[in-house]
């Protein structure tokens, strides 16, 4: 198992943990039945035809869940480093409009976060607790947030991630006295218990929910210790065209099933359902 492991992180994937590496290769092995006897009990053989296979299956499960989200992730340290050195707010918020630059998800959001904040909590009154679930850069739009005595736990499923998330905090503690911020690391996908072990006010899950099952979807909305869960959609396609119908119609009915109301904020490549649970 170990070796595949090594084969799957070459550069692209070097810096996911290898205990997220051996949970995907683990979902992809149970998927595969007939690839996983192929190599049970053999020799490590990576010209193995089924090797290669299971290799590429859970690079592009990766791929999908996690890299084509970064855009330029060796900037990043950089950048960070160049935080604490800020001469003015302009210059504090210049840098992280260039760090939110390195996400894709972030990168999309930069053009609304001047309001979206303003318009999110004006639903859900004020907020004083946040669970940021798969935030990604998320955390670096606190600039935006203008969170004053709010606790914001900002979680992700590999801690490399939530490493990054913690040195950033620890840059702008200083603005943020009033604030306790905080990373946890959960994979919604193996660990959803978790979600329920944190009471908050709002929980953010923006756009997390594609990258899961439904099944898995569920899991995560009944297990929201919270009064608000915010859930985003992109409104584009993977290639980047416009949808026509944006609205996430299973996700609705399942929110009706559940018996959760819900307010929809539309914006130009991003559908927000503010759900109350």
Known sequence: MQEIISKIKTKQF?????????KELDLVLKKNQKLAKEIQGKVFNEKSAAVKQIIKLVKQSLHYSYTSFQKGTE???KLLSELSKAKDKDELIELHTKLLETHASTKERIEIYE????????????????????CGLNPLSLPWMKLKNTTYIASEFNSADTKFIDQYFSLIKKNYSSCELKTVVIDLKTEVEKVKKISVDVVFAWKVFDLLKTKEVEAVVKNCNSKYLIASFSTETLGKKKMNKPQRTWFEMMLKRLNHSYEIKEYENELFYIITL
């Open 75 to 77: 900037k990043r340290e």
């Open 115 to 134: 309001t979206l904040y303003d318009d999110l909590f004006e639903i859900t009154g004020k907020v004083t607790s946040i669970l940021d679930l798969g």
């Open 14 to 22: 070097k810096d996911i943990d290898d205990a997220v590496v051996k």
